[in-house]
């Protein structure tokens, strides 16, 4: 799996953790291999092909050349698994294939508090070893150009827990984790993961690591 840190906008503090996070979680599993890059050099056609899976902990207009992203598109496309993490979406707003690929993008964070979310799809691999709702602390992302037609959500905000003032949408449907195909590939978001505690916390580490296996086409035992 190939795990790119890239920070062209805001770095978030939780990048260290989560590469050695996520690195662990390969270990531990015996079923993937992460190699964490910051290198744009690394998102190439000829290296692509050697992963099962990218994940994206990427923040503003990443420097990628046409041809870098168009590989980017096409690994997908063709096959390849693709997990995004929270700032995933705050990504290359300049190019609209990675927001459509992606499911949305970032709009605002209206709500930095604790939260009550939903677990729409309890058996998911990522969601599965969940409560059906349950309270977790969250600098909680919303988005444009996404819609729950063109996804699978998995987990939602529950709108009671928020003042729903400070939203975006008329509807108060905010979702917060989903997954669907890209082409032959597959597409697996979560909004969680600002703070760095929650990438200790052994929920979210599983919710990850089902949502990864899942983009990869790996089964897991939890």
């Known amino acids: 799996m190939l795990v790119f840190a890239y920070s062209a906008g805001f770095r978030h503090s939780y ?9 662990k979680m390969g270990e531990r599993s015996g079923l993937f ?9 690394d998102i190439q056609p000829q290296k692509l092909g ?3 899976v990218m994940i994206f902990l990427t923040s503003g207009e990443i420097p990628l050349s046409v ?7 096409r690994y997908v496309a063709e096959g390849g698994g693709f997990v995004g993490v929270h700032n995933a979406a705050d990504t290359l ?3 609209p294939e ?4 992606l499911g949305g993008y970032f709009l605002s964070h209206p709500w930095t508090q604790e939260i009550y979310v939903i677990v729409e799809d309890p058996t998911h691999p990522s969601t599965r070893h969940l409560p059906e709702r349950f309270k977790v602390l969250e600098e909680v992302y919303t988005f444009r150009e996404w819609s729950r037609r063109r996804t699978h959500v998995l987990i939602s905000l529950d709108p009671t827990s928020v003042d729903l003032s400070k939203g975006a949408r008329l509807d ?3 979702a917060l984790a989903w997954c669907h195909h890209y082409g032959r590939g597959r597409v697996f978001y ?4 600002h703070f760095t505690k929650t990438w200790r916390e052994e929920w979210f580490q599983k919710h990850l690591l089902g949502g990864i296996l899942w983009a990869a086409r790996l089964k897991m035992n939890l």
């Open 15 to 23: 990048i260290p953790t989560a590469v050695e996070v996520i690195v």
């Open 33 to 41: 291999e992460a190699v964490a890059t910051e290198e744009c050099e």
């Open 50 to 52: 050697e992963y099962s």
């Open 67 to 73: 041809e870098q992203r168009k590989a980017l598109i």
């Open 93 to 95: 707003y300049s190019f």
């Open 98 to 101: 990675y927001g459509r690929m």
């Open 172 to 174: 108060n449907d905010y």
């Open 190 to 193: 979560t909004a969680f993961g």
